[in-house]
């Protein structure tokens, strides 16, 4: 960028050959929405330097290449620039007060690049909200760069007359206009048309002498087939540092994924323990994080009942692997937890160890429709709600079913709740994950019969509460409580049924071989099986997208996997495990 001193330069002219130049992007460059635009060089450029940060913040990643630029937003431009730090101490105009550009444009007032927008009056105002046209943005320039020579041609047809056609006649001269119509012979100048976001891009890059820079194409990402034969997985993981997949089929049965290929056997098959109705059966599985020193692994499921007057229970067990790395010790197994099921839906089931070291375990409300007994809301009861536990001590001695520690931070500790318990709220928290680039928890929390919702929090927010049964995602589904929503966590992402049925939570990819997609969390939906995306920045939710038209749908749905490598995986109830990969 050029230093306000050069504005001195009175007759400073930029007549330098541009070359498009390959640059250090990433897929698809900095900007989704401008690829392919024949601009989209020079606003690469321009963002390289600094000049542009995008239209949306605080993600930031659109340009809204095709959107007229406001004079306000021009004074930022240049701004920026020219590096302009002095204000001179003035308010210069009369209808910028308060104005997000403010400064910017008591800036370029006193770098006179500016003069205000209403000459006849003193040029008392700068009119910010105004968009610039061409001609304009020609005077600006010309001020900015000192250009004094217009030329001997009159270059286009279109401006005899205009009071800005000396500053027109100037920038063509000097190379940084073409004219408005290429295809007609750039006859024309358009002085009157607004002056669009991607053209500034090109007159402040052709102004400054930066070549273009031209990304890579975008990612093409696509889904391949890994192997196919599973019996209803509904899960996938990895040990720390290793490079197998281990996946949990509802039936009872842990396979493993090595290479590509699914091993023979079982890594552990406790299918005679396993109840397999509706939305029971094997459910989950963690590796301690020292699985690699200890050899313990937690897999969580719903047990069969002993008789006929008997209820289910969610339980959490700890095993061991054997001296055969691929084969589990089934008589190893210790119960760490129970929890009495008086259903056979709404389960929850999902177990993992957040980055604290604490095993996190989600319980759906324990179903009957409408959370009957009102699960939701009782902090006395561990249905309906994420609990955080210690695996590593055992606070029970005495109690052959609580072989565990309550992490002295849990937010009942001390207090009316059950001290297991993290957040509640939850209505079935079928999956759910933590990135730990940004450690934020994202649930996928399956709906009552209207809305799906995506809860997005900080894993060490304890005490959250995300409003189930008084809420169904933003809408209130227990009027008889009066809708109030003191205290509640509210889903970053919701839809309605008509899209979807049962809402899978994913993971957010954090993969090196499509670089444009990392931040990106991935989930879908059971009963529509197309892959959904967001990107969830500063508490905002951009980059929402469906993949559909590019990937097909997938099946049902019943969870995703990341490898060690950081790959992204999807399970379908069909049997198959499939890789989301970039296109060759």
């Known amino acids: 960028m050029r230093t306000l001193s050069v504005l001195a330069v009175a007759a400073f002219l930029v007549a330098a050959t541009v070359v498009a130049a390959l640059a250090e992007l990433p897929p698809g460059g900095t900007f989704t929405d401008d690829n392919g635009s024949v601009h989209e060089g020079h606003i690469e450029a321009i963002a390289a330097e600094g000049i542009t940060r995008g239209c949306n913040p605080p993600f930031n990643d659109r340009y809204c290449p095709a959107s007229s630029v406001t004079r306000g937003q021009m004074a930022a431009f240049l701004v920026r620039t020219f590096g302009l730090s002095d204000d001179g101490g003035t308010d210069f105009f009369i209808d910028d007060d308060t104005n997000l550009f403010e400064a910017d444009i008591n800036k370029l007032a006193a770098a006179g690049i500016t003069k205000g927008c209403n000459p006849k009056e003193g040029n008392t105002k700068f009119c910010p909200n105004d968009y610039v046209t ?22 286009f047809i279109d401006d005899d007359g205009s009071v800005f ?9 000097a190379g940084i206009t073409k004219g408005c119509n290429p295809a007609e012979g750039n006859t024309k100048f358009c002085p009157y048309s607004f002056v669009r976001r991607d053209e500034m891009a090109t007159f402040l890059g052709r102004a400054e002498g930066l070549a273009p820079m031209v990304p890579p194409p975008p990612s093409q990402p696509r889904i391949e087939t890994v192997v196919t034969g599973l019996n209803f997985p509904v899960f996938a993981t990895s040990p720390p540092g290793d490079d197998r997949l281990f996946v949990v089929e509802k039936s009872g049965y842990i396979r493993i994924v090595e290479n590509d290929a699914l091993a023979s056997g079982a890594f552990l098959d406790i299918s005679t323990l ?36 008997d209820l289910w229970d969610s339980r959490v067990v700890e095993y061991k ?59 006395n009861t561990l249905l309906g709600s994420m609990l955080r536990i210690d695996v590593d001590g055992d606070d029970f001695p005495g109690d052959s079913t609580r072989n565990y520690a309550i992490p002295p931070d849990n937010p009942y500790v001390g207090t009316a709740g059950a001290d297991e318990i993290w957040a509640v709220g939850l209505r079935n928290p079928w999956r759910f994950s933590v990135d730990e680039t940004t450690g934020l928890l994202y649930i996928g929390d399956v709906g009552q019969n209207k809305w799906e919702e995506i809860d997005v929090a900080p894993i060490d927010a304890a005490g959250l509460n995300y409003g189930w049964d008084w809420f169904e995602g933003n809408h209130c589904y227990e009027t008889a409580d009066g809708c109030n929503s003191a205290g509640l966590t509210f889903p970053a992402v919701e839809y309605p049924r008509s899209q979807g049925c049962s809402v899978t939570g994913g993971y957010v990819y954090r993969g090196t071989e499509m670089a444009d997609l990392n931040g990106h969390y991935f989930y879908a939906d059971f009963c529509r099986g197309e892959l959904l995306s967001f990107k969830y920045v500063d508490g905002l939710v951009g980059a929402q997208r469906n993949w559909a038209s590019q990937l097909g749908t997938l099946g049902a749905v019943t969870s995703f996997a990341v490898d060690d490598a950081d790959r992204l995986y999807v399970l379908n109830s069909s049997g198959s495990l499939m890789r989301l990969a970039p296109t060759p």
């Open 165 to 173: 056609e000396p500053s027109i006649d100037r920038l063509a001269v």
């Open 274 to 309: 396993v109840s397999t109705g509706y939305e029971q059966g094997l459910l989950g599985m963690a590796f301690h994080p020292d699985y690699a020193s200890n050899g313990l692994f937690y897999v969580s499921y719903t047990d069969k009942k002993e008789n006929s007057n």
């Open 321 to 379: 692997v054997s001296g055969d790395p691929d084969r589990a010790d089934a008589a190893s197994a210790r119960s760490i937890l129970e929890v009495e099921q008086f259903a056979s839906n709404h389960n929850g089931g999902m177990i993992m160890f957040g980055p604290d070291g604490y095993l996190l375990f989600g319980l759906g409300d324990g179903g009957g429709g409408g959370d009957p007994r009102e699960h939701g809301q009782d902090r």
């Open 134 to 155: 061409r001609g304009q943005m020609a005077a600006f320039l010309v001020r900015a760069y000192g250009f004094t020579d217009s030329g001997d041609g009159d270059f």
